[in-house]
Structures are given as C-alpha cells and as structure tokens.
C-alpha cells in the first residue's frame, strides 16, 4: 500500500498521519519534540495535524519552537491546522460558554496565529473545526478566498460535516473543499449509517480518520460489544499471525476503498510504527467482515 495519498491535483498527504491533540501532556523538551518529528519523516509520515485549541492553545507553538530548532524540515511537512471552536477558558476571558465562530474576521486571525506558533508562511490545509448551528457560509467563502489568495493557506477541508453540512458549504467555494476529518474506526461507524462514507466515495473524498484506535476502550474492554470486539480482533490478529490488535483496527481502516488516512495521537515510536507496519496487512474480505459484525453485533442482512 502507497505511504502517501493524493486529496487533490496540489495536496498529497501520509496515509498515517500524527497528530498532536496531547502534545501538552507529553512534556517533551523542544529537543525532544524535533527528535519524535525527525523519526516520524524517517517512518514515512509527513502530515502534522494541529488545531489552534489543542492544549488550550499551546501546542502548536510547542511544536513551532521544535521545528525551529531545524527549519529546513519544514520542506518535507504537510502543515494541517483547524479553527473555528473557541474555548470559554483563561484565554478568552470574555466568554462564558464554548462557541463556535467561523466570521472572516476570525477564521483569518486564527489562520495566521496557526502561522506565527507553527513557525511556518504557510498551512498545506486548514479545516474548519466542527459544524455550526449559527453559520454563514459567505463569510468562510471570504475567509478561504482572502487565504488561498495571499498564500498562506495552500488547501482547504473541514471536520465533523455531515453529506449536506459539507455539501452546503461547497456551494459558496471557488475551490473545491480537499477532506472531511471524521471519527472512524471498528468502533464508531457513524459515518457509515449517515452515509458520509458514499458520499466520500461519490465525489472521490479521502477523509482523515481521528479516534481510529476507538479512544483505546477496546484494550480494556468493558461493554458487551467491546469485548466482543476485542475477542474478534484477538482472533483476526491470530490468523495474520500479529500481536497487536492495534495493527488489525488500523488495517480494518486502511482496507477500505474510500482510502482513510488515520491519523495517530501517540508520542511513542513504537506505537506509531505499529500504525505504518499496518499499512503492509492486507485483511480478507471475510475477516474485515468478521470486524463490521462483531462491531454492528449482528450478521448482515
């Protein structure tokens, strides 16, 4: 299986890519943190997702104080941030509640911090966070046009859409939206049941895949269906002759022919390695269905 995957004729991104949700809690140096991101080049992995929340607003400036110890890397990097939540916590003072706010004014602010704190010119994508009750897509059109035309936004994507949240936003682009970041794995199928996925493969989509481990429940399984899980990809691990059933659930996703690019919230090198040593398993059509049974809990139709 290819290590990189085309969004579009100008962004092609890692199948795995690493994300940076925890780095706060990591507590890596700055040397350490360039160590972990020269390791994951090596790996084949060259898609950095951020968001401009993650870590109460922290870890990208985290991660550009890293970069900048070797800013020559930037080169081999796909720069990935989000925007568009904002927290009701010490750093915006003035809000009582979490909102979403996606006005042209903001998107842009928030673009360009995602900049500055990356150490970067320029984002390969930025995403818009999570759907909004109150949105206007006009604004965002002018956000995204003001972007692409002064260079500091290469792609444009978002995360969370439904079909028609997407579809509808779509309408008011000059360019063509690149992904949809959405939970995926053996355990959430919600993108399967609101038909995201065939609407992903309609219009030739590849969404990225967050949580594509099931937030790790299925380690310590506690549920009926997630022991139930858990024995099916104990079993299926067997038979491909594995240890790992991590190594099976990214397997499950990659065998998919809406082509997922999961993406991995570990600082640990061998479970990062796990992720792309799956990228060479190749799962019976049986055994990926054995997975989707034992996560629906009932034999197909």
């Not at 390791?39 to 870890?59: K, P, R, V």
């Not at 260079?151 to 690149?178: H, I, R």
């Not at 990062?272 to 060479?280: G, H, M, P, T």
Request: hydrophobic letters at 40%.
């Amino acid at each position: 299986m290819k290590n990189t995957l085309a969004l579009n004729e100008n962004l092609s991104l890692s199948r795995i890519i690493h994300g940076y949700w925890r780095l706060r809690d990591w507590n890596l140096s700055d040397t350490e943190l360039l160590k972990l991101m020269e390791q994951l080049l090596e790996l084949g992995i060259t898609s950095f997702d951020h968001a401009d929340i993650y870590g109460n607003y922290t870890c990208e400036e985290f991660f550009g104080r890293a970069l900048a110890l070797k800013p020559e890397l930037r080169e081999q990097m796909q720069l990935i941030s989000k925007c568009g939540i904002r927290l009701a916590t010490d750093f915006n003072p003035e809000l009582d509640v979490k909102i979403y706010e996606y006005s042209t004014e903001y998107i842009i602010k928030q673009a360009e911090a995602s900049l500055k704190n990356l150490g970067t010119d320029r984002l390969d994508l930025l995403l818009l966070h999570r759907p909004a009750p109150f949105f206007e897509p006009e604004e965002v059109a002018k956000a995204f046009d003001h972007l692409k035309q002064s260079g500091k936004v290469l792609n444009f994507g978002v995360s969370n859409f439904s079909p028609m949240q997407f579809d509808s936003l779509q309408a008011y682009l000059n360019m063509p939206l690149a992904t949809n970041q959405v939970e995926l794995s053996v355990a959430c199928l919600e993108h399967w049941e609101n038909e995201n996925i065939e609407f992903f493969q309609k219009h030739k989509i590849k969404p990225m895949a967050w949580s594509p481990l099931a937030g790790g429940k299925l380690f310590k399984p506690e549920t009926q269906r997630e022991h139930r899980l858990h024995s099916v990809l104990k079993e299926v691990a067997t038979e491909l002759g594995i240890e790992q059933i991590d190594q099976v659930m990214y397997a499950w996703l990659l065998k998919h022919p809406v082509g997922a690019l999961p993406i991995v919230g570990s600082q640990h090198i061998d479970r990062i390695k796990s992720a792309v040593d799956a990228l060479e398993i190749d799962l019976s059509l049986q055994q990926w269905y054995k997975i989707w049974i034992a996560s629906k809990g009932q034999d197909l139709p």
